[in-house]
């Protein structure tokens, strides 16, 4: 069983802090030595060319390095992939992150974002600091740090990370003053998406953040609109009441959401077939999250607990012990863990 749901994700993918070093100027730093290293694709997309020397800046709209005494500029969606050396610090963090530390990483990433004096770079340190912020579940640390990036790129390549909230519990209160933070910080759209989406079941904002969530839902831009109307799908959801017709279309309309931001939605429809009493199919959605949609680590690990779930009440017993070992594994510091352990231990 295990094996079968996971070539079928698989295989179907396969084809188909801190604001202040961001939004002001550090402090002059020696500049980090060595020369970078860029891959683009050539202009026939073809073939690629491989580029040395110093990159100035790196955001989601373009690339701009200095090449053999040239400052020559790519679009970003050209650039396949950028070696340049990094702090001490920030090798250190990222390292703490691949060894499921999410704490011990964002210790060595706080600092490294302070020393560190290129921008672009110091970017993708804060990118490094939110991936630790969700792998353990501070959503609010994660909402400020990500509404950060945005104030430096607002066309960020790291949107996958954006830290909606996907449950149907209401927020504790700190976490709902965060979100309030996130939208007086940064009127944009996607703080508005971020902060109504912890706001969904938020007993005096609900409402309104149901109403916020509409409005995006008829966005023009195609990764709001789409968030914005599975964000509104956990209403039905909450009410365990989604006939299997309807969860069929959400299944079809996942289809619509850019590739990397599907996590959340399979989620949901996870959650329906589950509350229909339908434990394959809702596992088979589960497993989305940890064997492709993991950037929300303790989305991923509640996800790959509840896939066990399921599993475990068709008598797939080791399919589930399998899943529980994972997550212990991959997100020990997650809520889920917790849970996993004690299926464990039974």
Same mark, same amino acid.
């Given at each position: 069983?295990?094996?079968?749901?996971?070539r079928?994700?698989? $295989?179907r993918?396969?084809m188909?802090?801190?604001?202040?070093p961001l939004?002001?100027?550090?402090?002059?730093?020696?500049?980090?030595?060595?020369?970078d290293?860029?891959?683009?694709?050539? /202009?026939?997309?073809?073939?690629q060319?491989i580029?040395?020397g110093?990159?100035?800046?790196?955001?989601g709209?373009?690339?701009?390095?200095k090449?053999s005494?040239?400052?020559?500029?790519? =679009?970003?969606?050209?650039?396949?992939?950028?070696?340049?050396?990094?702090?001490e610090?920030?090798?250190?963090g990222?390292?703490?992150?691949?060894?499921?530390?999410?704490?011990?990483?964002?210790?060595?990433?706080t600092?490294?974002?302070?020393e560190?004096?290129r921008?672009?770079?110091?970017?993708?340190?804060?990118?490094?600091?939110?991936?630790?912020?969700?792998?353990?579940?501070?959503?609010? /640390?994660a909402g400020?740090?990500?509404?950060?990036?945005?104030? /430096?790129?607002?066309?960020?390549?790291?949107f996958?990370?954006?830290?909606?909230?996907?449950?149907?519990?209401?927020?504790?209160?700190?976490?709902?003053?965060?979100?309030r933070?996130w939208?007086?910080?940064?009127?944009?759209d996607?703080?508005?998406?971020?902060?109504?989406?912890?706001?969904l079941?938020?007993?005096?904002?609900?409402?309104?953040?149901?109403?916020?969530?509409?409005?995006l839902?008829?966005?023009? =831009?195609?990764k709001?609109?789409?968030?914005?109307?599975?964000?509104?799908?956990?209403?039905?959801?909450?009410?365990?009441?989604v006939?299997?017709?309807?969860?069929?279309?959400?299944?079809?309309?996942?289809?619509?959401?850019?590739?990397p931001?599907?996590?959340?939605?399979?989620?949901?429809?996870?959650?329906?077939?589950?509350g229909?009493?339908?434990?394959?199919?809702?596992?088979?959605?589960?497993?989305?999250?940890?064997?492709?949609y993991?950037?929300?680590? $303790?989305?991923?690990?509640?996800?790959?607990?509840?896939? $066990?779930?399921?599993?475990?009440?068709? $008598?797939?017993?080791?399919?589930?012990?399998?899943l529980?070992?994972e997550?212990?594994?991959?997100?020990?510091?997650?809520?889920?863990?917790?849970?996993a352990?004690?299926?464990?231990?039974?």
């Amino acid at each position: 069983m295990m094996a079968n749901l996971r070539r079928v994700v698989s $295989g179907r993918w396969r084809m188909a802090v801190y604001l202040w070093p961001l939004a002001f100027g550090l402090a002059p730093l020696a500049p980090v030595s060595a020369e970078d290293q860029v891959t683009v694709r050539t /202009s026939t997309g073809a073939g690629q060319a491989i580029l040395t020397g110093e990159v100035l800046e790196w955001n989601g709209e373009r690339l701009r390095m200095k090449a053999s005494g040239d400052v020559r500029e790519f =679009d970003a969606t050209k650039v396949t992939n950028v070696e340049s050396p990094r702090l001490e610090k920030h090798i250190e963090g990222l390292k703490a992150l691949e060894a499921g530390k999410p704490d011990e990483a964002h210790a060595s990433l706080t600092q490294a974002i302070t020393e560190e004096p290129r921008q672009w770079m110091r970017r993708e340190i804060l990118t490094a600091i939110v991936r630790a912020d969700l792998a353990r579940e501070d959503r609010a /640390s994660a909402g400020k740090n990500f509404v950060a990036l945005l104030e /430096s790129d607002p066309y960020t390549r790291h949107f996958k990370l954006i830290p909606l909230d996907w449950q149907t519990a209401p927020p504790d209160a700190d976490l709902a003053s965060a979100a309030r933070g996130w939208v007086r910080n940064n009127d944009s759209d996607i703080a508005k998406l971020m902060s109504s989406s912890v706001l969904l079941f938020d007993p005096a904002a609900g409402s309104q953040a149901a109403e916020t969530l509409d409005r995006l839902a008829r966005s023009p =831009d195609r990764k709001i609109f789409t968030l914005a109307r599975a964000q509104l799908w956990r209403k039905q959801v909450a009410a365990r009441d989604v006939p299997a017709g309807e969860i069929e279309r959400w299944e079809d309309r996942v289809k619509d959401i850019p590739e990397p931001l599907r996590g959340g939605a399979y989620f949901q429809i996870a959650r329906a077939w589950s509350g229909r009493g339908d434990p394959e199919r809702a596992a088979a959605a589960f497993l989305w999250l940890p064997l492709v949609y993991d950037s929300d680590g $303790g989305l991923a690990a509640t996800a790959a607990v509840a896939a $066990g779930d399921e599993l475990s009440n068709i $008598g797939r017993t080791a399919d589930a012990v399998q899943l529980y070992r994972e997550v212990l594994t991959r997100f020990p510091k997650t809520t889920a863990a917790g849970r996993a352990r004690e299926r464990l231990e039974r």
